[in-house]
C-alpha cells in the first residue's frame, strides 16, 4: 500500500514537471543568464524566439511531451486497477445471513 500513497503524492509533481518540460528545457531561458541577460530586451526576445525555435527543428521535443504524457497516463491508469483490486481484497467478507448468524454459533479463539 506504501507504494500507492507515494503514488499519489508524487504523480502531480510528474503532471507538472512534464506540462513545463518544453519551456524548463528550452535554450531560451540562456538568454536569462549572465552575460547574455544584459542584451537589450528586444534583442532577447527575437534571439530567444529563433533558438527555440531552431531547438524545436532539431530535436523532437513535442514527441518526448506527447510519449511522456501517454507514459504518465499508463502509470495512472495501471495505479487506479491496483487501487481497486487492493480495495477489493481489503474489504470485510459480505456473508448471507444464514451464514453470519452460524458463524455466531462457533468458539472464538478466545472462548
Known sequence: MKFLREWEAGSGQLRALIAG???GLS???LLEMQPLARLP???RLWLGALLHALWKWRYPIDAVVERA???LLAA???YERLLALW???NRPRQYPPCVANSM???PT???
Do not use: G
Request: glycine content about 0%.
Open 76 to 78: 495512472d491508469q495501471a
Open 104 to 106: 455466531r454459533l462457533l
Open 21 to 23: 518540460a518544453e519551456k
Open 69 to 71: 504524457a501517454r507514459s
Open 27 to 29: 535554450p531560451r531561458l
Open 109 to 111: 479463539a478466545t472462548s
Open 41 to 43: 530586451d528586444e534583442d
Open 87 to 89: 480495495r477489493r481484497q
